[in-house]
């Protein structure tokens, strides 16, 4: 997992080793994963957050979405970067 973002309790990652996939964001706190696109931004999958905090997530995902297309393209090594083990960007 590469660790692109995180905002208070939330990591913010995407599995290394995957390419084919559209850009995407994987949230994790505790035992709780939410998977969402970044194009169209948009929930594709929630393992235990409950529907609350999913907004709260994606209103996150929203507001931090530039970035994340621009660290995702380069974690995933499609700006003719390789991609890295460990990246993280940002960190409150």
Same mark, same amino acid.
């Given at each position: 997992?590469?660790?692109?973002?995180?905002?208070?309790?939330?990591? *913010?990652?995407?599995?290394?080793?995957?390419?084919?996939?559209?850009?995407?964001?994987?949230?994790?706190?505790?035992?709780?994963?939410?998977?969402?696109?970044?194009?169209?931004?948009?929930?594709?999958?929630?393992?235990? *957050?409950?529907?609350?905090?999913?907004?709260?997530?994606?209103?996150?995902?929203?507001?931090?979405?530039?970035?994340?297309?621009?660290?995702?393209?380069?974690?995933?090594?499609?700006?003719?970067?390789?991609?890295?083990?460990?990246?993280?960007?940002?960190?409150?």
């Amino acid at each position: 997992m590469i660790t692109l973002h995180r905002i208070g309790p939330y990591r *913010f990652y995407v599995n290394s080793g995957y390419n084919l996939e559209p850009p995407y964001i994987c949230v994790k706190h505790g035992a709780n994963t939410a998977k969402f696109s970044l194009q169209p931004p948009s929930l594709l999958v929630n393992n235990g *957050f409950p529907r609350g905090e999913i907004s709260r997530i994606q209103q996150l995902v929203l507001e931090a979405r530039e970035l994340l297309m621009k660290h995702w393209a380069r974690a995933k090594g499609t700006e003719g970067e390789k991609p890295t083990g460990e990246l993280l960007l940002h960190q409150e």
